[in-house]
């Protein structure tokens, strides 16, 4: 695994820029992203064998993904990671298929979704253990906005599960509530080397990285409209994540190489 050779030993922005980017990291989730991923979920809903009743469906869109939060965390693949050392090392994007997954029976947009999910419930897990980390005093100093941003992100990545299992749940499919297999030891192995806000956000960006760019990959791929409309609203948030992470790092906030050097088109090489 290669790492970033820039990486800092502290939050270098300030705590003002950082507070001001996650309001408006929140505004455009919820003026924009979320009314297209409702979208995007009603009509997967429609177009299937809705299994979900209006009412039930209406519950899942407004409120469904605070419950995803708890959830995807106490099911996290293998025993909690203790929080010592430095992550700054990149996952290997591993095939799900190596670890049975998909679930059998899932193909298509609906193997798609059930990846996204795996993929949402890791980063749920890994900003919930980064915030109990912090509580504990185990990151040393964590400014307050950066506690805010990892507060923010794991709603959004919480309501972003809840929207792919609502519709594996609408096409009669178990929802998907453990976090990704392929992905899931390396992201133990290297929480365990975490000691401080820095390799904490280097861990959250490789996560990030990771589910923008397997957005970005499937969604040429996904054949029903609606299944491309929710995944292409919820990639850009991942890489509005990603480009506030760099913020705290003090790096450029776009596409990159491991080196730091900017890329002019964001790639896939870490998709899974």
């Known amino acids: 695994m290669s790492k970033h050779k820039h990486t800092k030993a502290m939050f270098e922005g300030t705590e003002r820029e950082l507070l001001a980017m996650t309001a408006e990291l929140d505004d455009l989730?919820?003026?924009v992203g979320m009314p297209a991923m409702r979208r995007g979920v009603a009509e997967m809903l429609d177009a299937g064998p809705g299994i979900i009743r209006p009412t039930s469906r209406r519950t899942f869109l407004l409120g469904a993904g605070a419950a995803a939060a708890g959830g995807a965390a106490m099911m996290f693949v293998g025993s909690t990671p203790a929080l010592a050392?430095?992550?700054t090392r990149r996952l290997s994007a591993a095939n799900p298929a190596d670890a049975?997954?998909?679930p059998a029976g899932l193909k298509g947009d609906l193997a798609v979704a059930a990846v996204a999910a795996s993929l949402e419930n890791l980063a749920v897990f890994a900003y919930s253990a980064g915030l109990s980390?912090?509580?504990a005093g185990k990151l040393g100093t964590v400014p307050p906005a950066v506690a805010t941003f990892a507060t923010t992100a794991k709603s959004q990545h919480s309501q972003h599960a809840a929207a792919w299992n609502g519709v594996l749940q609408?096409?009669?499919?178990?929802?998907?509530?453990v976090t990704n297999p392929s992905l899931t030891p390396t992201v133990q192995s290297d929480f365990?080397?975490?000691t401080d806000v820095a390799g904490l956000a280097q861990l959250a960006i490789t996560l990030e990285t990771i589910a923008a760019q397997t957005?970005?990959?499937e969604t040429s791929k996904l054949k029903s409209k609606a299944a491309i409309g929710l995944s292409s609203s919820i990639q850009p948030v991942e890489m509005q994540h990603i480009a506030i992470l760099y913020?705290?790092?003090?790096m450029y906030p776009g596409a990159q190489t491991a080196s730091g050097t900017p890329l002019a088109f964001n790639p896939t090489s870490q998709a899974v």
């Open 215 to 217: 957005y970005q990959a």
């Open 247 to 250: 913020y705290v790092l003090g």
């Open 85 to 87: 050392g430095a992550a």
């Open 100 to 102: 049975s997954f998909p």
């Open 192 to 194: 365990a080397k975490v």
């Open 29 to 31: 989730h919820h003026d």
């Open 170 to 177: 609408s096409h009669g499919k178990a929802a998907v509530t």
């Open 133 to 135: 980390a912090a509580t």
